[in-house]
Every structure is written in C-alpha cells, then in structure tokens.
C-alpha cells in the first residue's frame, strides 16, 4: 500500500503530516486523509483541520520505497508506515488536542522537528 | 456454498480470532490491490459466485458512497452483509495451491459431468438456497450477537480499511537504538543536477512503483535528499549496482560522476542535519528581500499560527511624483505605479494623508477607523504594515542601524513614540557584538552592574569577562574582573575616532558628543556629524578615507553621465560620486551610472587670447569672478574644468568657458625646441590630435592599443585572440575571433601579438608597427602614394630602415625602389606589369641593370621608368616588388650573408647565385622582426666598391628569389622561360615551387591552379585557369623543366579533364577562400606546416592555426596553399 505521489515535486504546496511526516498535495489530504495516523489526525474532508495539522515547512524529502527493510524508514519512524514520500523534517507540533489523545494512549509523541533527540 | 467455506474454514483459524481477523483484512486488502486470479479459480464451479461477489463489492463502494447519508444502522449491516461474504474469501485465498488444485480437480469433475443434464435446475436451486441460507444466517447475527460484538467487529473492521489505529508503536524506541548497524543496507551518494534534488527523489519514487511488479523491480530501499546538500541525492541500497539500475535514464542524475559510499558512522548525521531555526517573534527586526522594499528594515506585528505568513510595519514607499500626463485618469496612475516600482524606487516616506490626497485625490485613500487604505495597502502612523511569506524575509544579520531604528521611533510626526520600538532587540543585539569588538587597550566604561560608572583600560579578555584596570579617582590602577556585556567603548568629546564597520566605515572625525553608546562625531571628510554605536568606533589618528578610488574612477576623473553631460568627480563617498557636470551642476552619481571615463590629456582649446590651452595649465578667468585655476580636463574645447584648492565649494572644482579663460603664464607662439613640425601641420596631425573645431574630433582612436590584435593571458579568456576595439581606463572592450563575442577585460590580461605570432606587453614600445607605420606614411608621402601601406605597418622593413642608414643616403637618390618595395608588398597585387622577367630581359633597360650595377644608382634614378614604377615593364620596381614579397621580411642574418656574398662577386653576379639557395629556403620568410638587424649586415657586407651602388643587390637579391639558379646566370634566358604571370599574381612563386616548397608530405595534396599554357599553347591552353589537386610529381630530370605533376581536377569546371599531366611551371598554388581551410605555407616560419585558416582570408595576413596547436598565428596569405584533406 501507498499514499499518493504529489505529481510535482517543486509544488509549494505539498504538505507534510506534522504526525508522520508523509508529504501529500493538499488535495490528496482532502480526499484520502493521511494515510497513516488518518484515525487520530482526522483531516479527511476538512480543509481546517488540514491546516492545523500539515505544513508547508518541512525540509527534506524521502523516498520511502520499502519502509519495512529500510534504516532510513526506520530512523524516521516510518517504517510501519504507507510507503509515499516523507519528509525529512517537519516544522511544527501537532494540534494540543491530538497531542492529549496520544497523551491519553500512552504514546509517545515525538515531533518532526529534531528539536529531541534521544 | 459460502455457507460451507465459512463452516470449512473457521476452525482453522478459531484460536486467535482478532490477529486472523488482521490477517484477513490485510489479505482482502491483497485481494482487491492484485485482483485475485486465485480467487477465481478457486470458484470455477459456479460463476454466480463471482457475480455475487461483485455485487457486494459493488455495494461496498456504493456504501462507501453515501457513508455520510446513511444511517449507522444500515452502515453496520452492510458491513455485516459483506463480513458475510468476506471471510470465505480470504480464507479461500489463503488455501495453498496443492489444495486449490485438489478442489478445481474435485469440483471441475462434477460439473463437467452433471453440467450438459441439469445445469438449469441445478443452478437455480443452489442460488435460492444461498440465498436463503444468507438470509437466515444475517438475520440470526443481527438478532443474536451481542452489541458488542458488533461493535467490535466493525471496529475491527473500520480499522481495517479506513485507518490503522494509530500506536506510534515505534516512538518509545531512542533514536540512538536505531543508528545503522552493518546489517542495514548503506547510503550511497550521487550527485544530480543542482535544484533537480527533489524531482530525482520524486522521479525514483514513481520509478519504483511503476516497475514494481516487473520483471526487474528496483531495488533500492529509499532515497532522499536535503535542502542544506544542493546537487547530490542518497539512495538507500545494498550495492552500488543495485543504486546504478535505479538512476538509469533519470534526466539530472550523474552516477558516472561517482556512486560514494556514506559511511556508516555519517548516515544518521544526514537525516539530522538541521537549518538553524530562525524564530520569529512579534517586535522583531526582519528586511525584506525583494520588491519594491528590498532591504528596507521592518517589525515583526504578527504571525499566523503556522509560521508562514508574518505581518509586517515598515515605512512605506509612496511615489508623491506619479508622473503628470498620468494624473487624471485612474487606470493609468496603476500603470504609472509599476513603473515607478520598476525605474526608481519611491524613497521611504511616511505615509501622509494630506500629501497622498493632494497627488492622489481623495477617493483614492479611504479611512477606517485608525487605519488609511490606499492602493490596496493598510496604512496605520504612518506605517504601512503588510503581509509578507516568511521566504521573503531576511531573519538573519538585519543589522538595523541606528538611523534607521530612530526613523522608526520617531514616527511620522517626527515626535518619539516609546511605546512604538522596543530599542531593547537592537541594544541587546549591538551589546552582543560589542563583546566581539573589544580588544586589550580599549578604552571602556561599565554602564550596568554594581561598578557602573568605573571605566578603564581592558587588559585581557577571557570569553566573556573582561579584565580593566580601572582609571579613576579611588579605584586607580585596581584590576576588575567584569562581564564583557556590562562594558562599552568609551569615547570622550574630542577624540578623533575611525568608523570601523558599518554604513560609515572608514569615516573619520572628531567627537562632539557622547550619549550612551551613541557617538556623534564630525566627519573629517563631509563635514556633517554622524552618529554611529560606540561599538563600531575605534580611537584613530587617522584623517579622511581611505582612497579617492571607487570602482574603476577616482577623484578628478573626467566621465560621461549621459550622451550630453559629462562632468569631473570632485568627492568620493563610500560608493558614490559627487560630480560637477559641464553646466556646473552637482550630481549625486553612482559608479554604474557613469558610462565612461573620458581622456583629456590630449585636448585642447583655445582661449580668450587664441592662444592654445592644454590640460594643465594654469589659468584664470578674464570676466565674471576672475578665478584661477589649473585646467584639470578641457570638453568638447569649449569646457573648462578648473581645480582651485583655495576654493572651497565643490572641492575646488569649477567649470568655466574656455574662451574666458587666459594663460596665467604668458605663452608665445615659440615653438619648443624638440617639438613635431608635423603637428603644425594639419594635414598631417595624427587622429588624436584633434584640431580646434575640426569637425572628426575626438573620433579617432584614443588610445593606441585600440585596433590591436591580442590574446588574453589570464583569467577565463585565457588563450583566446582578439582584437581590441575600444578601451574604458584599463578595461580594454575586445573582439575575440571566436565566437563572435564582445568581453570587457582587464587591459594587463591583454598582451599584443605581434604579426610573427609573439606575444608582447600591451604597453611594451610599438616600434614595430608604430615605426613602420610611420615609415610606411612617410615613404607614401614622398612617392605619392605607390600602395595600400596596409602590410607596411605590420612588417617593419629592413629597406626601409636601410633606407635611413647614411650608406643608403650614399648612394644617392636610388633608395626609391627599395623603400618604395620594402614597404609595399601589397603592391604586387597591383602592378598590372607585364612580366618583366620575360620582357624584361629583352629591354636595354633590363640588361643595362643586370650586367651593369651602375647604371642603378644613377640613371636608374633618372629614368622615367624608374619613376613611373608601377605601370611600367620596370625590372626594378617588379624587382622591388618581388623583394617585398621575398626579400622584404627577412631580417636574418643568413640573408643578408647571402647578399653579402653575392655582392663580393657583383659583377658577375653569377657566383652570387647559389646563394640564393638561402633565400629559397626561406627560414627568414614573414619574421618582420623588428630587430631589422639585416641592414647594418647588408652594409658591413658591401665594402667593396662593387657594393657601393647597392640599389643592384636589390633587384639581384629579387631576381635570384624567383629564379633558380641555373637560370641565374643569364637572366634572359631564365626569365623567358619564366612563366608566371604577374597578372594576379598573390604571390611569386618560383615555377619549381611545387617540387621546392611543397614539403613532401603534402605534395600530393596541394591545390592548385593552371596558369601560362595559353601562351606556350600547353594543351592549346585548355587548361588555363582550371583548378586541381596535385595528385604526385614525376621528376623526370633534376632541375629540368619536365617535371610533371599530375593533376586531378575539380570536378564541375567546363573541359576539364579528369586528370592531366601538367608541367609544374604552369602550376600557381591555388590560395585557400574559406575560414575553415586546410593549408599550408609555401615559404616563413610555418612553411611546411599543416595548418587551418582561422577568417576568411582577404588581408595580407591571415589568421591561421596549426593543427593541434592552441594558439592562433598570422600568416601571410600570399604564402598559403589550399590542400585537401587527407
């Protein structure tokens, strides 16, 4: 399974899940959601929520063909994830309600900014 | 029959119903992505299965559909419905192949056997029944189940297809725990087209996709790039092979610049690579990185809450001058906007609502509230604040200077609004860096802390703390320890200071005032005050900038602002002019607005008395305010510019009129001693002169390296040749002979290359051409003119210098033909002579001149022949001629050894004529070295008083280069059978020139065309004028005139035959006519040389360049033969 490849690379308009870090077109968070954390982030469907919980600001692509076999995947903690382009860093922390529901579960919740690193 | 696979197959895989349903979905998931063949055969025994089947998918997505209209009920029993059908479709396609094969063998028997009787009834009955047991079986479900069940269920289920719980099962793990170990597949580099990074990564990722399921899927993990490594992707892989297949036929990927290995220990470090944050808070300075506001400082208002857009207050920039013809219609005042944006920004003005309305009238400005709209922009005090991308924005080293931040407290009312700025950003800013400017001997202060007030001299620095000894009344001479942000330079009213960064750098002045870390001094230079930050100043004794340079003009340049005005810099500023332009006004001017410098030293004018004024005399005005001065450049020889150090406006600079000027210095018409006749002389006043109102003034070239052939000696152009065809002070404007193309370089990357191919400083003596040239004009003026002196300049002449030597004034008034043929090879070309080596021998005058040098010295002089030169059958003048061609260039010693010779034995002339080998040879050929050194041998080597008329060495020296010599020795016989036309002729070769001057390697490839046979009626002259190819030579007889050669002719030309056997003697080179031609040179110092013609060959002289050489060579074009490929 794979999300959605952005048609254009060089589109300032890709976004990137401050969750996952999978980079979509707006669009395609629009129609399918993220394809990863759709379940906590719910975006599907609504343009705000998109806002809130995607970015523009992101650096760094990957391309995540084999997440399973992959270090960098891996790394990136995407590895249980959709394969589909991801980004390297993403600037930004999730909405706080997101953030109390994985508090709530008991995850963790690392954001994609490399500010911890442990 | 669903029925039955449900039955069949849930105890298998009872025991762990949640992690089988996983495995379920994940392979229904399977199932729909692959379309399942599988499934399909499994089934073979009733399609309505499969029609079924379709149904419920098609349900499915018909439910997906109207998911919002739908009721939860019916959505649950939908997925009921379809959980129904589903687990027998996953476990069936779980069932392994032996089984699947088993089943079909089983079921396909059956059916083939009990189809043909009772497929309808059959068909039907299994239809109804499960049909019916559906039914029964959902009925029951709904019924029975427990809601929690269901809820389950469709939990599982809705997970399954819509979203993965999120478990972020793999953030507990620490990112050490997941550096790379040797068991992962390594990194590898490679490097891509720079800004192609992320359509590579793009590019490979649908690659992968696409070949997925091919026969060669990649192979590569992952790839990724990062903004901060620009040209270079990384691909996860396990081989380099494996990362090489995948970069196949990627446009912008370079695997052949290398696949690197990132070593292990690196990888982690290339996905942590972090762009400095830049954070922006509200109060923040920031500059704005493009439009009409490019670096204009502004204030961080707002930020929107992803950090993207920022809300920005900055002065705003309002054209007040729209231009007039734009002022009544609305649409195009919008226009006029533009193109003040694009022109020449507005400067930075408050907004001000009466200006604005009075430009712009009143329904252009709206108000609301506090806020003015115009144009579309918000304007609040006067600011205009705006959004603004955070990319637009420059975070880093705004640098706000003072001025500016103070135009920002203070508002548009010009009254200081506190509340406005928060100078706090800025101070903390400039303290930082101040800790960073101090050095052990400054002078310093504490201004915070509980030693505020105590200053003294700094003696150490240790990161942060600063060590002073403090100076001062009760703490003398104690050493304190202090926080290096807690102390600031110290200046006092009086110090003369030095402005060492910063917008004023390098201003110098003295300090009136000193208020916190704010120091206002008094420029030395501009006399105003300015004040910098402390922290930017450092005590000096040094007075005024540095240098009166910038850019290429300095102080007291004259230089061209536009077509019209021209003026003389009278100030420097740190990167702009003050200039005073010939109708005395001040402008302000930027290097790049000065077009060029121009040069004055060689103008001049006259002034009130008519007497000549020239640069840098010293003069005063005869009316008006009767100012002296020194002329410092004179325009056009009616402005004046004059420089006064008394005075002090505009430097000392004033521009007057030359005519109201008078010489301080009376000045007569005395002519210097020393000084150019010929400048008296207008006819002969060189082009820079320029004479008092001529009208070509100023047209010819300034400066002598204009017109120059040169190679570029350094930088990129390195190695390419050109011709300079106009300077701008020491930028020389060149026209490469590549390329076509014009470049600005540096004069000292120019060396000039001499015709012989050497390459000497541009500003080394010209003596060569400079000296030639004016020989050449000179011999022209005296001989009225005999032919083009084109290649007289380029070739210094040893007649020529001969011709100045007091032998040559010896001999009386025969210098003419030698200087006349020195100079003039040209003029060959233009003597329509019959041939006079034919004629020639039968004239008394021919023979006077071979048998008796005398006659040569002093009736030749005489003798209407000799004058009418060009147009007579005179043995001398073509004898000169054939000197310029042969004899003309060869300063070598061994030439003039062989005239040496040859003039021992004059008389007879004979035993001259081997010698001539040396001038056959050539070697002396096109070197027109200036050294010239043959005259002086050529006089040491005629002592003898056979060697007294000496003009007869000349027409000798010529007479033996086109013969050979067993013709020698009796000219008339020889120059019968000479058969060259002069007719045309380029060049004069001997008629043995095929067999003596074609090297062998080529003789079988030279070009050439076919002269003389109509007289000799050769092939009843058939052949005349044809063009071939030699294609070898038959030498029946050394030195014999049968020596063939055979020609092949050009194909297309009327009557020629496809080859011939030709005599050589009434072969003549053919020349070569297009740029790119194949040559070789006949004679010089590239005789023998397989070379390419570089421009089309229509000078004396050609550009050529050898063949696997990198360097281009003047030829001379007469020497060159075409020769064909090989």
Redesign the interface.
Known sequence: ??AP??PQ??SKQLRACL?CSIVQHPMDFRRE?CP?????MQMKGTPDRI??CT???F????????PE?????????T??YV???YA??V??RIPEDVEAE?EN?G????PR??TD?? | MSDFDDHQTYPADGSDPIADDQDNDAAHDDDEGQGSSARRKTYGGGEEDDEEQDDEEEEDDEEEDDEDDSGPKRKRAKHRHKRAANPFLDIEAEVTDEEEDEEEDEEEGPDAFIAPTHEGDEEDMMHRSRNALLDRQRDQEFDEANLEKIAQDFSKRYRGRAAVRYTGDMNDIPQRLLMPSVHDASLWQIRVKPGKERDIVFSLMRKAIDVEYSARPLEIMSAFERDSLPGMIYVEARSAQQVNRACQGLVGVYPSRGIHLVPIEEMASLLQIKKQDLTVTPGTWVRIKRGKYQGDLAQVMDITENGEDVGLKFIPRIDLNPRDDMSVDGKKRKKSGVIAGTNMRPPQRFFNFEEVVKVYGRKYVSKRNQVFVFQNETYKDGFIEKDFKLSALQLENVNPTLDEITRFTRGQDGTEHESNVDLSIIAEASRKAAIAVLQPGDHVEVFEGEQAGVHGVVEEINLDVVTITAVGVDMDGQRIDLPARSVRKRFKPGDHVKVMTGQNADETGLVVAVADNVVTFLSDMSMQEVSVFSKDLREAAEVGSGTNIVGNYELHDLVQLDQQTVGVIFKTERDSFRVLDQNGQVRLVQPHQISMRRDSARAFATDSQGHELRVNDNVKEVDGESRKGRVLHIHQSFFAFLHNREISENGGIFVTRCRSLASLAPKGNLIKPGQDLSKMNPALAAPAGGMVGSGNMGRGPRDRSIGLPVVVVKGPHKGYAGTIKDTNGNLARVELHTGNKMISIDKEKLYRRTPDGQIVPLNAPMNASEGGGGGGGGSHGRFGGMGPPQSANRTPNPYGNGGKTPSWGASGRTPNPYAEGGKTPAWNASARTPNPYTDGGKTPAWNAASRTPNPYATDGGRTPAWNAGSRTPNPYNSGAAGASSWGGATPKAGGSTGWGEESGGWGGRTPGRPATSEWSSGDAWGAPTPAAAPTPGFLLSAPTPAAAPTPGFTPAGVYHAPTDAPYAPTPGGAFGNYTHDDEDAHYEPRETWVADDVSTEFCDRVFVFIRGTKRDQFFEGKLENLEGRIRGVITTQAGDLTQVANVFFTPGQDGAPESALVPIKYLLPLAPKGANDLVTALDGKLKGKLMRTREVPDGPTTVVMELGATHFVDARTETLVLLAPE
């Open positions: 399974m794979s490849i952005p690379a060089r969750l959601g990863n954390c759709e379940e906590i806002a809130v970015t523009t600001y650096d760094g692509i990957i391309a995540v063909i084999d076999n992959s270090w960098v995947a891996r790394w990136q903690r590895s249980k394969r589909g382009m390297v860093r600037k930004g994985l579960r995850i963790k919740y690392r900014d490399q690193q442990d």
